[in-house]
């Protein structure tokens, strides 16, 4: 069983919004933080946005007030709304499931934002 499943990529003209939804499966549980990270080509791996079981958000400085997390714990989901995309946001971007004793990611879906 695949432990998370993403959805929402696509491609999408510069200014324009994408919704990413991440589900968890019934196979993991005690989820702590639940986050979008993102690796461009050539590029590490980083962080977009990360959101624990309380709610506390955390924003990389490059998407701030752009994009929004939230989760809905009782369908161990988490959403990623981007707005206002840029070029530069385009990357593969991984869910990730933070437990007590493991980190999993999911496949990754492509987000291309055409200038």
């Known amino acids: 069983q695949v432990p998370l499943v993403e959805s929402g990529g696509g491609l999408v003209q510069a200014g324009g919004s994408l919704r990413l939804s991440c589900a968890a499966s019934?196979?993991?549980?005690?989820?702590?933080?639940m986050g979008w990270y993102r690796q461009a080509p050539g590029k590490q791996r980083e962080l977009v946005a990360v959101?624990?079981?309380?709610?506390?958000?955390t924003y990389a400085d490059s998407v701030k007030g752009r994009v929004t997390i939230a989760r809905d714990n009782a369908k161990n989901t988490v959403y990623l709304q981007m707005n206002s995309l840029k070029p530069e946001d385009t990357a593969v971007y991984y869910c990730?499931?933070?437990?007590?004793?493991?980190?999993?990611w999911g496949q990754g879906t492509q987000v291309t934002v055409s200038s």
């Open positions: 959101i624990s079981s309380g709610g506390s958000t």
């Open positions: 990730s499931a933070v437990t007590t004793v493991n980190r999993y």
């Open positions: 019934g196979s993991i549980f005690n989820i702590n933080d």
